[in-house]
C-alpha cells in the first residue's frame, strides 16, 4: 500500500502563488511517477502535471503551462507543485497521485494510489 498525503492548498487572490507538497510512504517501487490532478464539484477529475522518476522530464495541462511547476525530491519521497499567477478557474481539489511504473503520464487510469486531496480557491 502508497499513502499520498498532500499539503499547501488554501484562499488566495487572484495573481498570487501557492506551493502544494505532497509526501509519499508505504510500499513504492524503486521507480514511480507523479502526478497532480484536481477536480470540482460536477466534473471530473482532470490532470494538470506530471513527473517521471528522475524529475528530469514532466508535462503539463495547456491551461496551467507556463505557470505551474512539478518538481519532486526522491531523498524526501515528495513532491510539489508550485503554483504563479492563480486564476479563479484553478479553484479545484488538488491530488497527488503515485503511478508504480517510472514513466509520467497524463492518464487519470495510470495511477495507483492517491492522497486525499487539498482545496485551493482563487478569489477573483
Known amino acids: 500500500q502508497v499513502r499520498l498525503v498532500e499539503s499547501g492548498g488554501g484562499l488566495v487572490q487572484a495573481g498570487a502563488s501557492l506551493k502544494l507538497s505532497c509526501t509519499v510512504s508505504?510500499?513504492?517501487?524503486?521507480?514511480?511517477?507523479l502526478g497532480w490532478f484536481r477536480q470540482v464539484p460536477g466534473k471530473e477529475r482532470e490532470f494538470v502535471a506530471t513527473?517521471?522518476?528522475?524529475?528530469?522530464?514532466?508535462s503539463y495541462a495547456d491551461s496551467v503551462q507556463g505557470r505551474f511547476t512539478i518538481t519532486r525530491d526522491n531523498a524526501k519521497n515528495a513532491v510539489y507543485l508550485q503554483m504563479n499567477n492563480l486564476k479563479p478557474e484553478d479553484t479545484a481539489v488538488y491530488y497527488c497521485?503515485?503511478?508504480?511504473?517510472?514513466?509520467?503520464?497524463?492518464?487519470?487510469?495510470?495511477?495507483?494510489?492517491w492522497g486525499q486531496g487539498t482545496q485551493v480557491t482563487v478569489a477573483s
Open positions: 508505504g510500499r513504492t517501487s524503486t521507480r514511480y511517477a
Open positions: 513527473v517521471n522518476w528522475n524529475g528530469r522530464e514532466s
Open positions: 497521485a503515485h503511478k508504480y511504473t517510472g514513466f509520467y503520464s497524463v492518464r487519470r487510469d495510470q495511477y495507483n494510489f
